[in-house]
């Protein structure tokens, strides 16, 4: 079983809609990364957090730590913000809190 | 100014060779990763440097594989007898430190490695 499980594995959407992408794991974190990645691009950064909730335009994240879940929305959602979304954890006590542990990514599909 | 560069984006070999692959961190980044992520996966850590000294390498998969970053700042990784079962996209990723707090990584393009 991974430590890091994402939910759905694909999603497509219409424009407009609002998108839940769900992250569980089973490990004691430091901290919890909501991550992009387009296709043929690198990852880019969307949130840490380690409590609550933080917002960023359209994009929302919520951790709760002692269900161990987070979840990833967005808010009217648009073609461009088709790509893969990956939850990734700082694992607690691993010498550096920044090395992370991997979702397998939900693949977005935001059609007109 | 610049993010994470990596070099080359693109690189085909054919099985038994040597490959290298160039990571340019972002300046005064102390920490750098190398993580491996094979197609339909998430990424997989390969190893950390924290300053020039390896602080983990715990997910170099064997002895084929070596990393260095002899002056704390550009990270070369190492691949001897490359097999098919090395193509993937080789992610470096830097951070102001390794935490805690844990700090936002910086994630380069990648570098795709195909071995025929």
């Known amino acids: 079983k991974n430590e890091v499980e994402q939910s759905p594995q694909n999603l497509t959407a219409q424009e407009g809609e609002f998108i839940t992408i769900n992250c569980s794991y089973s490990?004691?974190?430091?901290?919890l990364h909501w991550l992009q990645q387009h296709p043929g691009g690198g990852i880019v950064s969307l949130f840490m957090l380690s409590s609550g909730k933080k917002k960023h335009g359209r994009l929302i994240a919520t951790i709760n730590i002692q269900e161990k879940h987070s979840s990833l929305h967005i808010t009217a959602s648009h073609p461009r913000d088709s790509a893969v979304y990956i939850c990734a954890v700082s694992l607690r006590g691993t010498g550096t809190a920044s090395k992370l542990t991997f979702g397998t990514g939900t693949r977005l599909q935001v059609t007109l | 100014g610049a993010g994470v560069s990596q070099t080359p984006s693109n690189k085909v070999t054919e099985k038994g060779k040597y490959v290298e692959l160039r990571c340019d961190p972002i300046s005064g980044h102390t920490a750098l990763y190398w993580y491996r992520q094979s197609l339909g996966q998430g990424p997989e850590f390969l190893i950390y440097f924290q300053g020039t000294g390896a602080a983990d390498d715990s997910g170099l998969p064997n002895d084929r594989f070596f990393a260095v970053r002899p002056e704390g700042s550009v990270s070369t990784l190492k691949i001897q007898r490359t097999e098919r079962g090395d193509s993937a996209v080789y992610l470096c990723?830097?951070?102001?430190?390794?935490?805690?707090?844990?700090?936002?990584?910086?994630f380069g393009n990648g570098t795709r490695l195909t071995v025929t």
């Open positions: 490990v004691g974190i430091s901290a």
């Open positions: 990723a830097s951070s102001p430190r390794p935490g805690p707090p844990v700090s936002p990584l910086h």
